[in-house]
């Protein structure tokens, strides 16, 4: 049995800034758009992601659980895999997770009347079980890197600032590919540090088909390219010039990926690139409320 501190642990907090990055810079888009904080529908947005998130978490417990993929395996603690939960309670663990999501995403589409993202509500929660979960789960063929840019980055960051201000805008969807480039570099270190195991077990991620030093190259070049492209906002919105400050944080990480190839060393580069993109996220909203506030 499981304690609750081993279920926190299971439900890997340390990613949860994947969700929170793209609800922030997606409400500060709507503030550019509208001059007005739509408080209520953030929260309502943000609660949605955290739910998914966790939700995907224990789903991919239990499902490489059950495969075999997660017997050795460096990193955070898996409930199915070292046996402390039983793999059906956490499948109805993650369940638990999307079908909350899924009603508190329903109140947020009625409440703000933006039906079109119903279906996409609707297409985040089965892709969020398929990742890893049934016969032929995409994580399992090098897609998981595209999930999590469509639906941690692009998803997250326009369906928030769709709900509150009802239109996109150029800062919205720069924000959006940027935050979710950092979410999808911080699953290509994950999986640069399971490329061992995972290729024992036939879970061909994106990082075991490109390979050890590519993938690692990636990790760099999706950091790089989520910092420099808010610059092309800079001649509307100048303050963007302080998304550079992120650069300082994505240093040390970078280096890791490059240089480090125990793949203990890689588990700090996990909470590493979490706090960049939250870092990402409140540069780019500062930038935009500066631009405001001096208008």
Known sequence: MATIAQWVAGARLRTLPIVIAPVVIGTAAAVDTTGKLAWFEAVLALVVGLLLQVGVNYSNDYSDGIRGTDDVRVGPLRLTGSGLADPT??????????GLAGIVGAFLVVYTGSWPLLLVGVAAIVAAWGY???KNPYGYRGLGEVFVFIFFGLVATLGTAYTQAHQLTLPAYIGAVGTGL???ALLMANNIRDIPTDKEVGKMTLAVRLGDEAARISYV????VAILLPLVLVSTHPWMWLILLTALLGGMPSWTVLRRHEPGALIPVLKQ???INLAYAALFTVAIVMDKALA
Do not use: D, E, K, P
Not at 221 to 224: C, E, G, Q, T
């Open 89 to 98: 309670t956490v499948r109805n663990a993650a369940f638990a997770c999307f």
């Open 132 to 134: 890893t979960g049934g």
């Open 182 to 184: 950092i979410a999808t």
């Open 221 to 224: 070049m999706m950091l790089a």
């Open 273 to 275: 690139t979490g706090i």
